[in-house]
């Protein structure tokens, strides 16, 4: 069933909707499996729905707000590509003149892992009388569900022609070698989001840097900025 059809009466983007459904309960979506409901779990399990986002702008963010309380409990993967830049720009900040710099990777390992770092203290001693120093381990804060995530890739080679690469799994469209390109995401309840640009992703490719990578809208709100951490005492 085509978009187009599915759009003509409520029956074809019902049929769409069960489709699409299905397909995607044989997919595996955002690092995560799709679990039909289990036999007797509930008495009316849920179906797939397509609905329609129509109307102005103000009508479109109603509608969008009124079905993202429907995702509750769920979790949306949104894009943080600014937590990322951010991090590599305090990295540098708190190392000036260190010989290599701070890269991106390692801004990006940064919040890929549970950093454990060691806190001076200064504790009152009652036998001794004077404070006495002791060395206290704290966790990293970090501000929301953060989690490394593939966005795409990037070009190592020029796009050859279909058939021209030996060993290519499909010979009838154009090749090319290719890296993995990595990002930072972020778990967010779906109700936080403004709009469908912000719940949904898209393919977007630059030819002059042979990046093919999946873009998402979300803008942070300005409340919603990641805490800096120091590494001096």
């Known amino acids: 069933v085509t978009l187009s059809a599915a759009l003509l009466d409520d029956a074809k983007r019902a049929q769409c909707a069960a489709e699409i459904g299905e397909c995607v309960a044989a997919m595996r979506i955002a690092g995560g499996s799709v679990m039909p409901p289990l036999p007797g779990a509930m008495r009316r399990p849920p179906r797939a729905k397509l609905t329609l986002l129509g109307g102005d702008v103000d009508s479109q963010a109603k509608q969008f707000k009124r079905l993202s309380r429907q995702w509750l409990p769920g979790f949306a993967l949104v894009s943080r590509d600014d937590v990322l830049q951010n991090r590599w720009e305090e990295l540098r900040a708190n190392a000036p003149g260190e ?30 009388g004077e404070p006495t120093e002791v060395i206290e381990w704290v966790t990293d804060s970090r501000n929301g569900w953060l989690v490394p995530i593939p966005v795409g890739y990037a070009a190592l080679s020029d796009l ?44 977007d490719y630059a030819p002059a840097s042979g990046l093919y990578r999946c873009v998402n809208a979300f803008q942070a709100p300005v409340t919603d900025s990641y805490t800096p951490v120091s590494f001096t005492d």
């Open 160 to 203: 050859y022609p279909p058939g021209a690469v030996a060993g290519a799994r499909d010979t009838d469209v154009p090749f090319r070698f290719v890296e993995s390109v990595y990002s930072i995401g972020q778990w967010v309840s779906p109700h936080r989001l403004d709009d469908m640009a912000q719940l949904t992703w898209r393919p």
């Open 99 to 128: 010989t290599p710099p701070p890269t991106l990777l390692d801004a990006w390992l940064d919040l890929s892992r549970i950093n454990h770092r060691a806190s001076r203290k200064a504790v009152p001693d009652a036998i001794v």
